[in-house]
């Protein structure tokens, strides 16, 4: 009979997932983080677009 130690949890996290990548969606498949502001009007958009304007665009 031994007396080993229960072992430790494992972290869920650090499980091996051996799913498909491409059948989830990845961030850059959205718009979201492209510069699109869900708050903004068209007036703030103008703004925005004059404000980043390079230089050599006047």
Request: hydrophobic share 30%; net charge negative.
């Amino acid at each position: 009979m031994s007396t080993a130690p229960a072992p430790e949890p494992r972290d869920p996290k650090a499980a091996l997932i051996f799913d498909d990548p491409l059948n989830q969606q990845s961030s850059d498949d959205t718009d979201r983080g492209w510069g699109e502001r869900a708050d903004a009007d068209s007036a703030a958009d103008l703004k925005r677009f004059l404000d980043e304007k390079p230089p050599h665009h006047i």
